[in-house]
């Protein structure tokens, strides 16, 4: 595994004589980049025509995050290989078979997606037999050559959150939201007011919702993705939110613990967003927080979107 990006021909004389000139700087107690915030650094050492391969990437992206390398992660490699060169770079949610299709036509050959690529979440191919599907997922990903690393475990420990930044951003809540916090007061609106905002910020079709659409509310608890029962339920018994927003429930734990305290008399509304929707503008963030690191390589995002068809 390569460990920094590759100089193209005619580079190597220029980190030749960075290097001579850190070292003599360093020499008369002076020293030099080490001011430099990681991202501009990463932009202002390589200049034009550098080379990134797989791991490359994935280190820069790594020094962002705190405490990285983790030792146990699901935040691995999926296909392909990591001394690849990058030919450009897709962020999204899954890599279906849709972006996947996309990012080839777009000649990038490296995908990075916050869920698992192979249907469990370790991405275990004999997770269920040996599955067709997997195969044929393997045989089309080799066949373009892409590598997919999955950014789950990583995203959510960067500071901010970049699912939930990402959310806050697309949602215009950014200034209402509380640090390192799920909780959020905006101004007071109506349930089908704050659900219309949520739908048109988030490009969300539909959604789910337990409540009063003429409630007011203003004390929210996000929690895209799926959080799980029992945080969902230990946030709504601590905090007493007007709304509960979440990505997707187990629906014999919080959707039935909700509708049996409204009936108990509690003002708490759920708003069900759906997995995949809720945390796309966080790979969607991914693009620009990514894009200045890596200037030598275009960087897209791919909405996986909504894998259901509502009737």
């Not at 296909?79 to 849709?98: C, H, K, L």
């Not at 990402?166 to 007071?188: C, E, F, H, M, R």
């Not at 004390?219 to 029992?230: F, H, N, T």
Request: charge should be neutral; charged fraction near 20%.
């Amino acid at each position: 595994m390569s460990n920094s990006p590759k100089s193209v021909p005619g580079q190597e004389s220029l980190l030749n004589r960075r290097l001579f000139i850190g070292s003599a700087l360093k020499a008369g107690g002076l020293t030099v980049l080490s001011t430099i915030p990681p991202v501009e650094h990463a932009a202002a050492f390589f200049s034009a025509g550098t080379v990134y391969s797989v791991q490359d990437v994935i280190n820069i992206i790594l020094r962002e995050i705190p405490g990285a390398p983790f030792k146990q992660t699901v935040d691995t490699l999926k296909s392909g290989q990591a001394d690849q060169q990058v030919t450009g770079i897709v962020s999204t949610m899954f890599a279906t078979i849709p972006v996947i299709e996309e990012a080839a036509k777009l000649k990038a050959n490296f995908i990075i997606a916050h869920e698992p690529t192979f249907y469990n979440h370790t991405d275990d191919p004999n997770w269920a037999g040996q599955n067709e599907v997997v195969k044929q997922k393997q045989a089309l990903l080799a066949k373009y050559g892409i590598a997919v690393w999955r950014f789950h475990d990583y995203w959510h420990s960067h500071k901010p959150d970049g699912i939930r930044y990402g959310v806050l951003k697309s949602a215009g809540w950014l200034s209402y939201a509380q640090a390192d916090s799920a909780v959020l007061n905006i101004p007071t609106t109506s349930l089908g007011e704050l659900v219309n905002r949520l739908k048109n910020s988030l490009q969300i079709r539909h959604v789910r919702i337990i409540g009063d659409l003429d409630q007011r509310c203003s004390k929210l608890v996000l929690l895209p993705g799926a959080a799980g029962g029992q945080v969902q339920i230990s946030y709504v018994e601590k905090e007493k939110p007007d709304v509960l927003i979440v990505g997707e429930v187990h629906e014999w734990e919080t959707a039935e613990y909700i509708r049996d305290a409204r009936q108990f008399g509690s003002k708490t509304a759920l708003v069900i967003l759906g997995h995949a929707v809720s945390e796309e503008p966080g790979m969607l963030w991914l693009q620009d927080w990514l894009q200045p690191k890596v200037p030598e390589i275009k960087v897209t995002h791919i909405a996986s979107g909504d894998p259901f068809v509502w009737m």
